[in-house]
């Protein structure tokens, strides 16, 4: 186990909803990165999260936005969700951030399903 | 396009030999690579990652090997136990936190 949690496990919402996804990093860790995989596909990167600013970001249109608070937990937001929306999401942490690149530790992750 | 490639969607081999997932990746400036091991279920597990400074990397029954020439990276699972069952994802660092990953490699450990 890594250390890194995600809330919900799972989710089922509507097209249109808005969903909110939690993440709390492993102690120590201030760096979280959150990736979308779909069924049989490798993670796609979202965004990171270094000092509860955005650090770097995928392709991924505007409706999919994230915070970090001062505990460095993180929140994925995604708005008018569409069925293409259905995947894995997986938050990852890792420290330092910044400029240098640090083993990622993922999640169990949160399997979004939009109908 | 960046991309990082796996070479075979699917591994099979008998418990107890040894495994060999390869790897290739497209873009030579990358100086960080990490093997993640993805069971049913479940968030992907860090395995090993190597520098771009190094060739080769131990650990516990596995070794990364890189070969930057040919921009190519592999996994060596030596004694492959049933537990390795599972699908393998080679990352490359893709700058501002990003990690790049392949499509991925089934293996399958057959008792």
């Known amino acids: 186990e890594t250390g890194v949690t995600q809330s919900p496990t799972h989710l089922i919402k509507t097209r249109g909803q808005q969903v909110t996804l939690r993440c709390s990093s492993q102690s120590g860790h201030n760096t979280v990165s959150w990736y979308q995989q779909a069924l049989g596909q490798g993670p796609q990167f979202i965004f990171q999260y270094y000092r509860e600013e955005e650090n770097g970001r995928g392709n991924f249109p505007p409706r999919f936005s994230g915070l970090q608070f001062p505990n460095y937990s993180s929140e994925l937001n995604v708005n008018a969700l569409e069925l293409d929306d259905s995947a894995l999401y997986l938050c990852?942490?890792?420290?330092?951030?910044?400029?240098?690149?640090?083993?990622?530790?993922f999640g169990p992750g949160t399997r979004l399903l939009v109908l | 396009g960046e991309s990082v490639g796996l070479h075979l969607p699917t591994l099979s081999v008998q418990e107890g030999d040894n495994s060999i997932i390869n790897c290739a990746y497209s873009?030579?400036?990358?100086?960080?690579f990490i093997w993640y091991k993805q069971e049913s279920g479940k968030g992907p597990q860090f395995i090993i990652d190597i520098r771009s400074n190094m060739d080769k990397r131990q650990g516990q029954r596995v070794t990364v090997l890189l070969n930057k020439t040919v921009k190519h990276l592999s996994l060596q699972i030596a004694a492959t136990q049933p537990g390795d069952s599972a699908v393998y994802f080679c990352a490359e660092n893709g700058g501002t936190g990003k990690l790049i990953f392949g499509q991925g490699t089934t293996l399958q450990v057959k008792p």
């Open positions: 990852a942490s890792s420290s330092p951030g910044g400029q240098f690149q640090e083993t990622q530790y």
């Open positions: 873009n030579s400036a990358s100086d960080y």
